[in-house]
């Protein structure tokens, strides 16, 4: 029997009508970059077992490190004790029933999990030179290398249990160019991936080539017209979205979307997927954090809302499915997004917009609640008459989330993932107003 | 603290040196915490965790190399020493600029913040019948609140730190938090807020008011600015709360004048003995006081901190430094070398920021203003290395002829640190450093900041 198994027996043992355990292990080799140089090595082990406990309707967890039979056991009484000491929350309504799971291939990748010390940081010597090749007033400010090698076991009192082994790399790099006693805006660029094919040159390169055109930056007149978003930009606008469909914040009154199933909210042009089960996907799992299979799941489809995604305990409140979103027993959360593509080339999105800026990174806020965009444009470029004209300095982006998804004029055609595994081509939006800061 | 005898990191990190490590250090740590949170009424979530464990650190041939390990036992330790050590050449051979560490004094201590009731000996069903109080008492502030979370956490924290110099640190850290998050809700109008108290401090300050007082702050802002309209955008004169200067003080200010981004490239880099800010401005990054969420005696390396003054009198003093970065730039270490738990290795972070205090009662700040905004409560932002930043503001009240008018909902500020500092001309008598919050600088390090009342230019951002 494997120690999250015993967890739930003794759980069950000592009173608790229902239990659920985590078993969670990683090892992580870790390269990082600061000030132009290598600047720290680590390597590190870690493991915690995470038991929760359910005494009619009363739910308590606890969590340990340096797992050893005796440690979880204790840790289990502890929870159950806590347990004793509350009130029952009536909006419970139980662990889910096991269903059959399919494991989702490729994220478990042996060359990422094989890969040594000597080979990470050889990576990582390869992109600080990737940066500072691109210009001698290009420097590495961060940056990261890393590989993790993941483990997850998890069981519960309704008889689930599933085991899965992870891998990631990760590589990041934050930039800034300097000239003359200039000081340009950091620019950063990161990829991840289950496998081992980022490549850390291209992110240098990226990163390196963002920061220099921030070094010399036009100002522009307030104007209203076309924000082009550039991947990074994409994923935080479609990453805040995902708060608006997630069946959890519906709950707790923080979505408008609250009572759009079945409307038009956005252009026919947006459609969203919750995908769990994308093989290879950053976000990729076979089994959510209750234990249910994960799934691919429609949220957008050409605009019109089809559904939240839920984990058992917020579908039973609203009356929904759950999808397969269970980031634990209570907390719900997406796994990959994917925002289909559309039909332009780069160039093709560039060369209809009359005047507009393509903004690779945005500062400030985004709240779901209700859509308020505030904040700068950084690495942005200004567009006129399909032709992009010079980078322009700090410009603020004032609007709403739900007039901007709305507002797609055009997707490209080539999707591209994120680190926040959030995998989008580039949006084009009119409308927009941008707000000068002279 | 279970099975640790303190000889045992005496001699791993003397084994390190033994390997041809040249220097070496090691930290352990053992926290216990308590997480209680509510959701609809009821308690959702309570959690206890227990997280103990070792970061070794070594420096050989001018390169760092780390390792954390869990397992606490003579064994474990020295094959984590290894692994640093392993991380280190490997490090070492691709590495141009050698690692240098400017001289310490050498401290032995052991230092407990000082705190009335440990949470840890109170009984958790007692703090659960605080939330549910709270949380309660959070929708009787109005019809149109629809959802309160209070959430409070607490832990105990442990740490020795000993080096192969001779060091030998012993911290006792006790911290309790509370988190009001209240949404209200009128027809398509949704209104976030929230509001935070806590800090090195124990359960004595969740007796009392000060709870109730953190909870209707956010429900009264909430429903205030349920039809509250966005400001208009442009260059404003405005009045800063201390939370939102406090933020404006750490992000784009403190950040800056870290010496780790100095070295890269800030907008600081070079300018000491410069002017930087109105000679009303004085600024200084402490690792007091007591009960200050950013409480540091001693930093990650052992170093006792000092408080540093970045600004006096508007003109720049000193720099944030570890060890690392004060011998690269032939200044003094200043205690600032922070990490975020023993899985990583410390670098250069703030610890309590702020700006001293003025002469100006803060009413008078108001009342001296003819038009501009008065704007309150900050919810994060972020800000860049050329001082550029952009941050949330909960509300900004339009001020007309010295006098409060409309309150707005918030959007955000922005500007650059240096205009902004330069264009401060009120400066309010009301210290205040209490806003707890959370910097991540790459890991996370509690922190804490705040100052007094004051004037000055800022970007306003909001509907045009």
Redesign the interface.
């Known amino acids: 029997m494997s120690l999250v198994e015993k967890v739930v027996k003794y759980a069950l043992k000592l009173g608790a009508d229902e239990a659920h355990a985590v078993y969670a292990r990683s090892r992580e080799?870790s390269?990082e970059l600061?000030?132009?140089?290598?600047?720290?090595?680590?390597?590190?082990?870690?493991?915690?077992i995470y038991v929760t406990i359910i005494v009619g309707k009363?739910?308590?967890?606890?969590?340990?490190?340096?797992v050893t039979e005796q440690?979880a056991l204790a840790?289990t009484e502890?929870?159950y004790?806590?347990?004793l000491?509350?009130?029952?929350?009536?909006?419970w309504s139980g662990l889910p029933e096991p269903k059959p799971i399919k494991v989702v291939p490729e994220i478990y990748d042996e060359k990422v999990a094989e890969l040594t010390?000597?080979e990470i940081?050889?990576r990582a010597?390869n992109m600080l030179e990737s940066a500072r090749e691109v210009s001698d007033k290009v420097?590495?400010?961060?940056g990261?290398v890393s590989t993790t090698i993941s483990k997850y076991i998890m069981a519960t009192s309704r008889g689930f249990y599933g085991e899965e082994e992870r891998t990631a790399f990760i590589a990041s790099l934050v930039a800034?160019a300097?000239d003359a006693g200039k000081?340009?805006?950091?620019a950063s660029e990161a990829d991840a991936s289950r496998k081992l094919d980022v490549n850390v040159e291209e992110v240098a390169e990226k990163a390196a080539q963002k920061a220099l055109y921030s070094l010399n930056l036009k100002p522009v007149e307030?104007f209203k017209g076309t924000l082009m978003l550039d991947y990074e930009f994409a994923a935080r606008l479609i990453q805040t979205l995902t708060g608006a469909y997630n069946g959890y914040y519906v709950?707790?009154?923080?979505s408008?979307l609250a009572d759009k199933i079945g409307k038009q909210i956005a252009s026919e042009m947006l459609t969203v997927i919750d995908d769990g089960t994308l093989p290879a996907g950053l976000a990729s799992s076979s089994f959510d954090g209750e234990g249910s299979p994960t799934a691919r799941t429609v949220v957008i489809d050409q605009g019109v809302l089809k559904t939240f995604i839920n984990n058992t305990f917020t579908a039973n409140i609203l009356g929904m499915e759950p999808t397969g979103n269970a980031w634990n027993l209570?907390y719900v959360g997406p796994w990959n997004t994917l925002v289909e593509p559309g039909d332009r080339s780069e160039e093709e999105l560039v060369s209809e917009v009359k005047r507009g800026l393509i903004v690779s990174r945005f500062?400030?806020?985004i709240?779901v609640?209700?859509g308020?965009v505030?904040?700068?444009a950084?690495q942005a470029f200004y567009v006129e008459n399909g032709k992009k004209k010079y980078p322009v300095r700090?410009c603020?982006i004032?609007g709403n989330l739900y007039d901007f998804i709305k507002n797609i004029s055009a997707l490209g055609k080539t999707a591209r993932r994120t680190p926040f595994a959030v995998i989008t081509p580039h949006i084009r939006i009119e409308n927009v107003?941008f707000?000068s800061?002279q | 603290m279970q099975n640790l005898d303190i000889d045992i990191l005496h001699r791993i990190v003397e084994a390190a040196l033994k390997e041809g490590a040249s220097y070496s250090d090691i930290r352990y740590e053992e926290l216990t915490a308590t997480n209680v949170e509510t959701s609809k009424g009821y308690i959702e979530s309570a959690e206890q965790l227990l997280r103990r464990g070792v970061g070794i650190r070594v420096l050989y041939s001018g390169a760092w190399g780390f390792a954390s390990t869990e397992v606490i036992t003579k064994e474990a330790l020295l094959r984590a020493t290894k692994s640093a050590l392993k991380m280190a050449k490997v490090a070492s051979s691709i590495k141009e600029k050698k690692v240098k560490l400017a001289g310490v004094s050498t401290h032995k201590a052991s230092v407990s913040a000082n705190v009335k009731k440990n949470p840890a000996q109170i009984d958790p069903s007692e703090k659960a019948k605080l939330v549910l109080e709270l949380d309660k008492f959070a929708y009787t502030h109005g019809e149109s609140i629809k959802d309160v979370t209070t959430r409070y956490r607490d832990s105990n924290l442990q740490k020795i730190f000993v080096s192969s110099e001779g060091a030998e640190i012993q911290l006792k850290y006790v911290r309790t938090y509370l988190v009001a998050q209240v949404v209200a809700k009128e027809g398509t109008n949704i209104s976030p807020a929230y509001e935070t108290m806590g800090g090195v401090k124990g359960y004595e300050i969740m007796e009392g008011e000060a709870p109730f007082e953190t909870v209707k702050t956010a429900a009264e802002r909430a429903v205030r600015l349920l039809t509250a309209r966005v400001p208009r955008g442009g260059h404003h004169t405005v009045v800063l709360d201390n939370k939102i200067l406090a933020l404006i003080v750490h992000e784009a200010f403190g950040h800056t004048a870290e010496a780790d981004l100095v070295i890269t490239g800030s907008v600081l880099t070079g300018k000491i003995g410069r002017k930087v800010a109105s000679e009303l401005v004085t600024i200084v990054d402490d690792p007091g006081p007591e009960g200050a969420n950013g409480w540091t005696p001693y930093d990650d390396e052992g170093v006792k901190a000092r408080r540093v003054v970045i600004v006096d009198k508007g003109v720049l003093m000193e720099y944030m430094q570890s060890r690392e970065t004060a011998a690269e730039l032939g200044m003094e270490p200043t205690g600032n070398a922070r990490a975020q738990d023993y899985t990583f290795a410390p670098i250069v972070r703030m610890r309590n920021t702020y700006m001293l205090p003025g002469d100006w009662e803060p009413e008078e700040i108001i009342a001296e203003t003819r038009h501009g905004y008065y704007l309150k409560g900050a919810m994060g932002g972020q800000a860049d290395a050329n001082g550029d930043f952009m941050f949330n503001v909960q509300e900004a009240w339009l001020i007309e002829n010295g006098e409060l008018k409309e309150a707005y909902r918030g959007a955000t500020v922005s500007g650059n640190a240096l205009d902004v500092l330069g264009s401060i001309d009120a400066v309010g008598k009301d210290l205040k450093i209490n806003f707890p919050g959370t910097c991540g600088k790459w890991q996370l390090a509690p922190v804490d900041g705040g100052g007094p009342h004051i004037r000055c230019k800022i970007i306003v951002g909001g509907a045009r």
């Open positions: 080799t390269i600061e000030s132009d140089q290598i600047s720290r090595t680590s390597y590190g082990v870690s493991e915690s009363r739910i308590s967890s606890a969590r340990v490190n340096a440690a840790c502890k929870a004790r806590m347990a000491a509350l009130k029952p929350n009536e909006n010390a000597e940081a050889e010597k420097h590495v400010m961060s990261n800034v300097k000081v340009g805006s950091f307030s709950w707790k009154k923080n408008p209570l500062s400030g806020m709240r609640q209700d308020l505030s904040g700068t950084k700090e603020m004032a107003n707000i800061k």
